[in-house]
């Protein structure tokens, strides 16, 4: 083919790829119901820049790596053009289809949704009619041909020199490119909402983060809607709750509420011997043999604590700057707030979602090492009970960080020996003794058990016991390589060992009991609004949990983020997990892989649950 020929063909599909992006962008309009601007003029330049630059950026990939190779290869124009038809026409197809399965899902398609269709389970999800598919193929066969025309049409003029100005086209769309990544740089550190929020929806769209460099130049969070009602704007994503709650008999809420969390905290330390002080409390209290948290991360666990849902809707969550009703009614009932954490309340973002609008919320407690500020948080919530005159019941939140960082004071006893003085994970492998590394998490349990040892006790001693519900758990498990696969810590996987926490119940008027049953983090909020505050509204109206005193049987559980999570199903013990490229594994409890195909119906009824609480 002579070079003038090839030059044309190049040309022409760069000019042709150009126009079907265009047809792209148009397609992507579907996702705009789901963007949120609130009338903010910079938000609507950002969201127009970056849909132009993604979706051409997108078509300039397929030119390049399906197109170029071609036109060395194929001289014939006829077929060039069916080609460059046939690509773009399945390129387009497939973006249609996401804008449908984004409807139905929330999530776009990744090799997770492909297996679901492709690995059987399509059959058993969706009923389609003969004539649907007739009709899908027809319109295939139009697109495809017009989009042939098209390509006929785009090689003419480009041969007769109409098509002009290509380079300040590619400039124009560099400084488009740029100016967005370089504007969401800016937004996320400073917490520009409706910018961060309008870059969740679009396929393959990862805008840049720096986050920790801006802030080290100098470039703080200035939160526009810090004192905006949150409840005044437009939230177009997110319908939580679902409808407003009702309650009744009112004037009977006496209740103090306290929730104390260890982070980390192994399901196995809940012991006579590593928790004395809390195994001491927990004898005549409600325990929970079989409890999981909502996430096998402090950021998933938390918001599942605190929302009752799974940590998929954190960045909308986050974003929208919607707080948790559980909070909503505190403050509804006038409760007064003691809320203590040893590591920041601000990584990750708490104070912009769990505790967003709340005032007088101290977001970081003083002391350089992890076991001084769980010292201070125990002086500052004892000093707050013996000071409190309000006269209101009050929400308590302590949240200790030790067991988290394997850090005790050097003076304080070491009961379990022999234990690392200084923590090695280089030495953590498959084949090595975990004992000593065991024994420095056990003794930071202890030396933790020991602090909440004096809220409980300075709790008896002002007979606050007696009025108030406690909850001493954590936000979720830790794992010492007990399945054999070389997993340490958390965040890894969806064994028990990384979701299973100690879960214990003091409440007054309730006899003691020992639940065997499964429980979550997601019946916690549901429990306390129905029996404290005598919410009447449905628990499926604002959660997914159920009263933690319900018998009826949990069927299958999700666990994780958007990135990173998994379907539990409880009856046939399995685990299917979804990672952050879109694939798939099943095993099973302990983490055996399975050579099994996952149940379609269970992860369609899943994701079609975590959709729940989103408006469209």
């Known amino acids: ?26 397609i992507a309009s579907r996702y705009f119901k789901y963007m949120q601007t609130d009338g903010d003029w910079f938000t609507v330049i950002y969201l127009f820049s970056a849909t132009v630059s993604h979706f051409i950026m997108l078509l300039i990939i397929v030119y390049a790596v399906l197109f170029i190779p071609i036109v060395f290869l194929i001289r ?9 038809a046939l690509i773009s026409a399945l390129t387009l197809l497939l973006l249609l289809l996401d804008t449908y399965v984004f409807d139905l899902y929330r999530f776009h398609i990744n090799g997770f949704v492909l297996n679901l269709v492709f690995g059987g389970a399509f059959s058993e999800i969706f009923i389609l009619d003969a004539i649907l598919y007739i009709k899908a193929i027809s319109a295939f066969v139009v697109t495809l041909m017009l989009l042939f025309l098209l390509a006929k049409f785009i090689w003419r003029i480009t041969a007769k020199g109409v098509l002009k100005h290509g380079k300040g086209i590619a400039y124009l769309m560099v400084a488009l490119f740029l ?8 937004a996320s550190a400073v917490s520009y909402r409706t910018i961060q929020q309008s870059s969740l929806y679009y396929p393959l769209f990862f805008p840049l983060k720096a986050n920790k460099l801006l802030a080290k130049m100098g470039v703080k969070s200035n939160d526009r809607y810090k004192d905006i009602n949150m409840d005044e704007l437009d939230n177009n994503t997110l319908h939580y709750p679902l409808t407003k709650l009702e309650f009744k008999n009112t004037d009977s809420v006496k209740l103090n509420i306290l929730w104390i969390l260890i982070d980390a905290w192994q399901y196995e330390t809940f012991t006579k011997e590593i928790s004395p002080n809390i195994y001491s409390f927990a004898q005549d209290k409600i325990t929970f043999d079989r409890h999981y948290s909502g996430s096998n991360g402090t950021r998933g666990g938390i918001f599942s604590l605190f929302y ?3 940590s998929l809707y954190w960045n909308d969550f986050l974003y929208s700057r919607t707080i948790p009703v559980f909070m909503d009614v505190l403050q509804k009932f006038k409760y007064t707030h ?12 708490f104070d912009k979602t769990v505790f967003a609008g709340m005032k007088d919320v101290r977001l970081k407690t003083p002391g350089s090492k992890f076991y001084e500020r769980d010292i201070q948080i125990t002086k500052d919530f004892c000093n707050w009970i013996d000071t409190n005159t309000t006269g209101n019941p009050f929400f308590g ?4 960080d030790t067991p988290h960082n394997y850090n005790i004071p050097p003076q304080f006893t070491h009961p379990f020996q022999p234990y690392w003085d200084v923590i090695d994970f280089s030495k953590l492998s498959n084949d090595c003794d975990p004992t000593e590394f065991y024994n420095s998490y056990k003794n930071t349990v202890w030396f933790t058990d020991s602090l909440i040892g004096q809220v409980l006790n300075r709790l008896k001693e002002k007979n606050l016991t007696e009025n108030t519900v406690i909850i001493i758990s954590s936000d979720h498990g830790q794992e010492f390589n007990e399945n054999k696969k070389n997993y340490w810590g958390h965040t890894s996987n969806f064994s028990k060992y990384q979701l299973q926490v100690p879960f214990i119940l003091s409440w007054p008027g309730k006899q003691p009991a020992h639940i065997k049953k499964f429980t979550s983090h997601y019946d916690v909020v549901p429990t306390l609004l129905h029996d404290v505050f005598r919410c009447t509204t449905g628990y499926d109206r604002y959660s997914f949990g159920k009263n933690l005193f319900d018998t009826t049987e949990t069927k299958s559980f999700v666990a ?8 539990i199903d409880l009856q046939k013990n399995r685990i299917n997990t979804v990672y952050f490229n879109g694939m798939m ?26 959709k729940r609480f989103y408006r469209n």
């Open 1 to 26: 083919m002579p070079v003038t020929e090839r030059k044309l063909n190049l040309k022409a599909g760069a000019w042709y790829f150009l126009s079907i992006a265009v047809l792209a962008i148009c």
């Open 76 to 84: 014939n124009k006829t077929i060039l053009h069916w080609y460059v």
């Open 179 to 186: 100016f967005t990544q370089f504007t969401h740089v800016w």
């Open 308 to 310: 009752s849902l799974p």
């Open 338 to 349: 003691a809320i203590y954490a040893s590591a920041p309340l601000t990584s990750p973002e």
């Open 397 to 400: 939140f302590l949240f200790y």
């Open 560 to 567: 994780g983020s958007r990135e990173h999570f998994a379907v």
């Open 585 to 610: 594994s099943v095993t099973d409890m302990q983490l055996n892989e399975l050579k099994e195909k996952p149940d379609g119906q269970l992860m369609n009824n899943a994701l079609l649950e975590l």
